[in-house]
């Protein structure tokens, strides 16, 4: 998956090291806790004085800065909420999260049901919601500093437009169908990708399935954003040049040794 995920090209990294790219293949879903516990051998091999973690998935930067809680977890109450899902869809698991816990539903990836299905697990066992359980009170032997981009809400969004119409321009849609070709179950789940499955079937036009895609990418964005919110300790940076805002990440950081 290389288009749909914007993955760096060569002279993007210019030849800064980057680490988890190309290095799973996505037959195997990769868990918040298994990044964690890989890219925590990773960073204790490295001879680095920083290393920047960038994302993506708040969950997962979560799971390697903050440590994971033990969420409750029950084989039978998964696998009603997959029969669940089979027979009602995904709104239906939705409805019922939104209402048992609207402070996660707003946070929680909306497109991805394994993760749904897990939060309704734990707290169907639990009777608590998940803000309670996710007490993210491990103590992380890293010295972490936040810095979080702050675009004007109109300007992320147009960014993500443009960046879509620039997608299916570089060959989008053939990605989709080569992996829709292998009968791969995570291009049906991930943003970006399974709106165009649709298209690819004959269901739907393509316009249509663009606009379905960006409207999906700017619903994750806002999600994101809110996740972030989160960080107390999180520095914003007004959006600028490049160079002013790298001078205001090592003042932070020289400030704060």
Do not use: C
């Amino acid at each position: 998956m290389t288009i749909g995920t914007a993955k760096p090209t060569a002279e993007e990294m210019d030849g800064v090291p980057h680490y988890f790219i190309d290095s799973h293949s996505i037959e195997t879903e990769i868990t918040a806790a298994v990044f964690a516990q890989e890219a925590e051998k990773l960073i204790d091999s490295l001879d680095q004085e920083y290393i920047i973690i960038t994302g993506g998935s708040g969950m997962f930067i979560d799971a390697l800065t903050n440590g994971l809680d033990e969420i409750p977890h029950d084989d039978q109450v998964r696998e009603e909420l997959n029969l669940l899902l089979k027979e009602k869809g995904m709104d239906y698991l939705l409805s019922e999260l939104k209402n048992k816990d609207p402070e996660f539903a707003e946070i929680v990836d909306q497109n991805n049901p394994a993760r749904v299905i897990r939060a309704l697990t734990a707290i169907r066992i639990s009777g608590k919601k998940m803000s309670e359980l996710r007490t993210g009170n491990k103590h992380s032997k890293y010295h972490i500093q936040r810095f979080i981009i702050d675009l004007p809400r109109e300007e992320l969004y147009d960014r993500i437009n443009r960046r879509m119409d620039l997608m299916i321009k570089n060959g989008l849609l053939q990605e989709v169908k080569s992996l829709l070709d292998k009968n791969n179950k995570i291009v049906l789940n991930t943003v970006g990708y399974k709106e165009f499955v649709p298209y690819l079937q004959g269901e739907i036009p393509l316009d249509l399935a663009l606009e379905t895609a960006k409207m999906n990418s700017r619903r994750y964005a806002k999600r994101q954003l809110t996740w972030f919110r989160k960080y107390k300790d999180a520095t914003w940076l007004k959006k600028s040049d490049n160079n002013v805002m790298i001078s205001s990440i090592l003042e932070k950081i020289h400030s704060d040794i």
